[in-house]
């Protein structure tokens, strides 16, 4: 376990990828008020590439990455899970479920070595949260009608 060396430069590019992906998806979830801020996604992300960076320095007799990977999935399926509620028949939540599958690939990624791809999947992310919130509010004025967008009720006709 040569490569778990907190003395090592390897270890601290790791983490350094892990905390700037995850924070710059957590935050654009903060600064939205959405659950899952900063904090939740720089440590799902890490813990993500902490668990698949061990799983490959162990690959050999005694290690099997791929069940490691398999494995943090399953977990981080069932934190997802955890934050989708029904609130008298709305569903919510389920954006913040997917956001931390993806900061969980995203850790992967990184746990793998894939610093650059990992960095470019969290812009491409936050490109989609952000992205799609600005078409569906141009939607939801377009719908409306101008009417309704000053202010007034399409009952006042």
């Known amino acids: ?86 609130d008298a028949g709305t569903v919510v939540g389920v954006t913040t479920a997917a956001v931390i599958w993806l900061l969980a690939a995203v850790g992967a990624a990184i746990g793998l070595g894939y610093h650059l791809g990992a960095l470019a999947l969290a812009l491409v992310a936050v490109g989609v949260l952000v992205g799609v919130e600005l078409i569906e509010s141009a939607a939801r004025r377009l719908s409306s009608g101008p009417r309704r967008a000053s202010g007034e009720s399409a009952t006042d006709e």
């Open 1 to 86: 376990m040569e490569y778990f060396d907190p003395l090592s430069r390897p270890f601290w590019v790791t983490i350094g990828y892990a905390l700037a992906c995850g924070g710059v998806v957590g935050l654009e979830r903060q600064l939205r008020g959405k659950p899952a801020g900063v904090r939740t996604s720089m440590l799902i992300c890490l813990g993500t590439a902490i668990f698949v960076d061990l799983g490959v320095s162990a690959s050999g007799a005694a290690g099997d990455p791929a069940r490691v990977l398999g494995q943090v999935v399953t977990g981080v399926g069932f934190i997802g899970a955890g934050v989708i509620i029904s």
